[in-house]
């Protein structure tokens, strides 16, 4: 089974979640995040990307009215700019048409993981899984090992691909390999500063490691 990182793998959901964040810092009149600022605190849930942006991160007195300001709005604009990668739906009907099981894992809220798994891959990927109140976010592996069993793939050789430094940790920690993506959210450099085992540039060099 192949086991999917969401945002910044296979959809590219900064610029809704840029607008979305800079937007809640406006509202509180706080210092507005330059994309590439955004991009850097991807990945490890919207509470810490909002909580990346303040001063004190979740310490902060207005922390849960920041937070509370931007999923609000995050909610509501989930896909005005989101879309798949170049090359993914293609990769995604190749591996569909080789009866490849396939599942995603995202350490964003579950309900809006499964919504933009509906609209995007609903016939192609198999099972999504957010952050529940039982089950951690990455780089915990609790999802990882959900999935397997959801899609009964404990006897299969599962490879995880994500875009950042906590899916690499991730994969570790649930003892699968990981191949990392240099389209998302982390450059090629800084994938190699990191030590990532095997990198793809493209949707497409996926189907070489299959």
């Known amino acids: 089974?192949?086991?999917?990182?969401?945002?910044?793998?296979?959809?590219?959901?900064?610029?809704?979640?840029?607008?979305?964040?800079?937007?809640?810092?406006?509202?509180?009149?706080?210092?507005?995040?330059?994309?590439?600022?955004?991009l850097l605190l991807l990945g490890n849930g919207?509470?810490?990307?909002?909580?990346?942006?303040?001063?004190?991160?979740?310490?902060?007195?207005?922390?849960?009215?920041?937070?509370?300001?931007?999923?609000?709005?995050?909610k509501d604009h989930i896909n005005d700019y989101t879309a798949p990668y170049d090359g993914i739906i293609e990769l995604l009907q190749t591996l569909k048409q080789n009866n490849i099981k396939m599942g995603i894992i995202s350490n964003k809220f579950d309900e809006g993981v499964k919504e933009?798994?509906?609209?995007?891959?609903?016939?192609?990927?198999?099972?999504a899984q957010g952050v529940t109140p039982t089950i951690a976010k990455k780089p915990s592996p609790d999802a990882?090992?959900?999935?397997?069993?959801?899609?009964?793939?404990?006897?299969?050789?599962?490879?995880y691909i994500g875009d950042s430094e906590v899916d690499i940790k991730t994969a570790y920690n649930a003892n699968i390999p990981c191949i990392s993506v240099s389209w998302g959210f982390r450059s090629k450099e800084y994938l190699k500063s990191i030590n990532a085992k095997t990198i793809i540039n493209t949707p497409k060099e996926l189907l070489n490691y299959i």
């Open 46 to 74: 919207i509470d810490m990307l909002v909580a990346g942006a303040i001063n004190n991160g979740k310490q902060n007195k207005d922390f849960d009215a920041i937070f509370s300001t931007f999923k609000s709005y995050y």
């Open 116 to 127: 933009l798994h509906k609209k995007f891959f609903n016939n192609l990927i198999d099972y």
């Open 144 to 159: 990882v090992f959900e999935l397997i069993k959801k899609l009964d793939a404990q006897n299969e050789k599962n490879i």
């Open 1 to 38: 089974m192949l086991i999917f990182d969401l945002d910044g793998t296979l959809l590219d959901t900064s610029k809704d979640l840029h607008i979305a964040l800079n937007y809640a810092l406006k509202k509180h009149n706080l210092k507005q995040k330059t994309l590439q600022e955004t």
